[in-house]
């Protein structure tokens, strides 16, 4: 029988038990509080307050806040009438340019790990409807509006940095007690990169705003001039080393609207326009626009290079919470292998020896101390082509100012009564674009114009596009040339792109508005399809390319996207040499994805070395479904049918998909060096899918990364992530000795 004193030592036990089970769970849900009742309440916040300044601000957050400040934009206006302009500045900080980014992967079917267990295909039919515009249904309905579903993947403590002394405090603070940072200027990041939960968030949009008097006139005199030792003259040097004469600096801030309106003001205040900037959709920021490489087809990429090659100077805050500054500051020239600007050779930074001064004008930069051990030149290669917020927080950049060039915008209706021209007017553009041989336009014509996915022209100084057209509608024997008169249409009034669109939506009048936001953004990708495939039999490949019903092609490559490089940066090979990205060239069937990998991919790309999977997607527009192929058989697609689980096991990463094997490998090796417990961890980041790296290319070429990394999850929060663990190892312990004690009596 058992005694009463036995029972009584059992019972003390079993509340332990209990008692540590509790704990386990109200630490866990600490970590995600939907409630925004404090997250991570057990660290002393008013130690990182006392060190913000006046006008930095640290917030508490909540799902609520996410629903009342961001769904209204999405429900109560048509996607006409939507703006990211109207999310930017909501007081939490917490919207996304598409709601569906508040969830994990851009899904928000509860799940307590990720998706893991959920088939692609599942998640295409739930998604499928919004992806087409339709509204959420009942169903999704009640995902959004559950506070504790557990794919939320929004952060309950946000950080508005005001100077750069704040984001020190911040990394600093973060340093200490383990935490993880996510950063957001606009929230435009497709693959989610923008937002994560159980993470101290740091909402930049209310940083300084250097643009409006950011714009510097190089003095010509300065050439050939040493480099300052604090680097001060450093980007005016290299700028005149491009033959460029001016450039402008824009804050962590600041997004592409502000930019331009303060070019057009430099301008409008001029006898003379002379200021054109090369950038993105407006209220993308110019920091992780640049990052990602950057597309500009609509404001001169084919003339300028891509958003990478912009970049002269960079200021950043470093995981180590080091401030630094740094840039190009030796160079060669490279005209005799086709390029316009020089290649460099060696990249230099400065740190702030007063990282807690406020005044920037008291800002002293000195060499940086013998502790540092991060090298500037892997560095600038990475910020520039290897993503956003994953090298830490972008404080302030230098770009390129190019001479002005009249701007003209051709297009064609898309009016039903249209429809029939507007067909050959996409077989027009894309000949004109990509094989302007077969209109008798040499290429250096042609790379005056450019596009995005709109489906039009936007050209800045000399074209023939209306000979061109003229010549292409008389060789074109099934269109009536007096049919599409009233369809075509050429806009030449506005003096540049941006003062075109400044106003377009009546809602926020003086502001640069185009791109309208909706539920989803993109969920795979885009393919940067090969000139040299295409030149191969240009008519027939435009054909094919056309033929995809689904398929939109964003024209904002060759020329300067190519010679523009500085052959110093990690834009993929795929976007250097690509004639087109096609958007949705895979379809979304299971017969149009295996056709891509199993026909085009093989004739589109070398795939000799099976040691080194070839970049194939575009960053800028990559989605969280993203992947590439089977690693076991690169022609064969990956199957919808699997689990997310099955995917990033058995197919080739997102990463790897967009930049290949080779650039890949160097990133995660500097991603390691630049922030080794990775502080910065956004989703489909550099490093971010690590515990599968062993599976994958880091075999191959014997680069594997450390093993204390390779295990960590993803998606786990740091800092929190580990108590759970410990509490149940205690949990177990405390039973093995209740059921000692059990035997015992």
């Known amino acids: 029988m058992v005694s009463y004193a036995g029972a009584a030592r059992r019972l003390v036990l079993l509340s332990a038990i209990v008692c540590a089970m509790n704990s386990s769970t109200s630490f866990v849900t600490a970590a995600s509080d939907p409630t925004g009742s404090g997250w991570r309440s057990d660290l002393n916040w008013k130690e990182l307050e006392s060190q913000l300044s006046p006008s930095a601000s640290l917030i508490d957050t909540s799902y609520a806040n996410y629903r009342d400040e961001c769904f209204p934009e999405f429900f109560e206006f048509s996607a006409s009438e939507r703006s990211n302009h109207a999310l930017i500045d909501q007081p939490a900080g917490m919207c996304l340019s598409h709601l569906f980014l508040g969830w994990k992967d851009m899904y928000p079917r509860p799940s307590d790990n990720g998706h893991l267990n959920i088939t692609l295909m599942q998640g295409f039919q739930d998604l499928a409807p919004v992806n087409a515009g339709q509204p959420p249904n009942q169903e999704m309905m009640g995902w959004l509006n559950d506070e504790s579903n557990p794919s939320l993947n929004l952060p309950y403590k946000v950080l508005f940095p005001s100077v750069a002394s704040d984001?020190?405090?911040?990394?600093?603070?973060?340093?200490?007690?383990?935490?993880?940072?996510?950063?957001?200027?606009?929230?435009?990041?497709?693959?989610?990169?923008?937002?994560?939960?159980?993470?101290?968030?740091?909402?930049?949009?209310?940083?300084?705003?250097?643009?409006?008097?950011?714009?510097?006139?190089?003095?010509?005199?300065?050439?050939?001039?040493?480099?300052?030792?604090?680097?001060?003259?450093?980007?005016?040097?290299?700028?005149?080393?491009?033959?460029?004469?001016?450039?402008?600096?824009?804050?962590?801030?600041?997004?592409?609207?502000?930019?331009?309106?303060?070019?057009?003001?430099?301008n409008q205040a001029l006898e003379e326009y002379k200021y054109h900037v090369m950038g993105g959709a407006p209220t993308v920021s110019p920091n992780g626009w640049t990052f990602q490489g950057g597309l500009g087809g609509f404001m001169g990429s084919r003339l300028y290079g891509m958003g990478a090659d912009q970049v002269l100077q960079i200021e950043m805050v470093l995981p180590n919470a080091y401030h630094v500054k740094f840039g190009p500051t030796e160079w060669e020239d490279a005209s005799e292998n086709g390029f316009i600007v020089p290649r460099t050779t060696v990249v230099s930074g400065v740190c702030r020896s007063n990282p807690d001064e406020q005044d920037e004008e008291k800002w002293i930069w000195e060499e940086c101390p013998e502790d540092f051990d991060i090298d500037f030149g892997d560095l600038w290669y990475a910020v520039r082509g290897g993503g956003g917020g994953s090298w830490g927080v972008v404080t302030s950049m230098s770009l390129q100012l190019h001479d002005y060039l009249p701007f003209t915008e051709f297009g064609m209706?898309?009016?039903?009564?249209?429809?029939?021209?507007?067909?050959?007017?996409?077989?027009?553009?894309?000949?004109?674009?990509?094989?302007?041989?077969?209109?008798?336009?040499?290429?250096?014509?042609?790379?005056?114009?450019?596009?995005?996915?709109?489906?039009g022209f936007f050209c800045y100084g000399e074209?023939?596009?209306?000979?061109?057209?003229?010549?292409?509608?008389?060789?074109?024997?099934?269109?009536?040339?007096?049919?599409?008169?009233?369809?075509f249409f050429i806009n030449d009034v506005p003096k540049s792109f941006a003062e075109h669109n400044v106003g377009s939506n009546a809602r926020f009048p003086g502001k640069v508005n185009t791109n309208n936001v909706n539920f989803m953004g993109e969920t795979f990708g885009g393919v940067l399809v090969p000139q040299s495939w295409l030149d191969e039999d240009s008519e027939e490949n435009i054909k094919t390319l056309l033929g995809?019903?689904?398929?939109?092609?964003?024209?904002?490559?060759?020329?300067?996207?190519?010679?523009?490089?500085?052959?110093?940066?990690?834009?993929?090979?795929?976007?250097?040499?690509?004639?087109?990205?096609?958007?949705?060239?895979?379809?979304?069937?299971?017969?149009?994805?295996?056709?891509?990998?199993?026909?085009?991919?093989?004739?589109?790309?070398?795939?000799?070395?099976?040691?080194?999977?070839?970049?194939?997607?575009?960053?800028?527009?990559?989605?969280?479904?993203?992947?590439?192929?089977?690693?076991?058989?690169?022609?064969?697609?990956?199957?919808?049918?699997?689990?997310?689980?099955?995917?990033?096991?058995?197919?080739?990463?997102?990463?790897?998909?967009?930049?290949?094997?080779?650039?890949?490998?160097?990133?995660?090796?500097?991603?390691?060096?630049?922030?080794?417990?990775?502080?910065?961890d956004c989703n489909l980041c550099i490093g971010n899918n690590r515990d599968l790296a062993k599976a994958s290319h880091s075999q191959d070429d014997g680069d594997e990364l450390e093993s204390s990394q390779t295990g960590a999850q993803s998606d786990e929060p740091s800092g929190a992530s580990h108590a759970p663990r410990y509490v149940a190892a205690i949990v177990a312990a405390a039973f093995h000795l209740f059921l000692f004690i059990v035997n015992q009596d």
């Open 413 to 455: 209706s898309r009016s039903e009564e249209c429809s029939a021209p507007y067909s050959k007017f996409l077989e027009f553009r894309a000949k004109y674009m990509m094989a302007p041989q077969l209109l008798n336009v040499t290429k250096e014509i042609s790379h005056a114009c450019g596009d995005s996915d709109s489906g």
């Open 463 to 487: 074209n023939v596009i209306l000979q061109a057209w003229a010549m292409f509608l008389e060789q074109d024997n099934s269109t009536d040339p007096t049919a599409t008169e009233a369809c």
């Open 167 to 266: 984001v020190v405090a911040a990394i600093e603070f973060a340093k200490e007690h383990d935490l993880e940072i996510s950063i957001k200027n606009s929230g435009h990041s497709y693959s989610g990169a923008s937002s994560k939960k159980d993470t101290l968030h740091l909402n930049m949009n209310r940083y300084t705003h250097y643009a409006p008097g950011g714009i510097t006139d190089c003095d010509p005199a300065l050439s050939g001039t040493a480099i300052a030792d604090d680097l001060s003259n450093q980007a005016c040097l290299l700028s005149l080393a491009k033959n460029k004469s001016s450039l402008i600096r824009v804050g962590g801030g600041e997004n592409w609207d502000k930019t331009y309106r303060a070019v057009i003001a430099a």
């Open 548 to 680: 995809f019903q689904q398929a939109r092609l964003y024209t904002a490559f060759g020329g300067a996207t190519i010679s523009a490089s500085d052959q110093a940066d990690s834009v993929s090979k795929a976007h250097r040499n690509a004639a087109v990205l096609v958007m949705d060239l895979l379809g979304s069937t299971p017969a149009s994805i295996a056709s891509f990998w199993s026909d085009l991919f093989p004739k589109m790309f070398d795939i000799s070395d099976k040691t080194k999977f070839p970049p194939v997607f575009g960053s800028n527009h990559a989605g969280p479904l993203l992947s590439g192929p089977l690693k076991e058989d690169w022609m064969k697609a990956c199957p919808l049918d699997w689990t997310f689980a099955e995917r990033r096991e058995k197919c080739i990463s997102s990463q790897e998909a967009i930049y290949g094997t080779e650039t890949l490998t160097r990133l995660e090796t500097i991603k390691k060096a630049v922030d080794p417990n990775f502080m910065f």
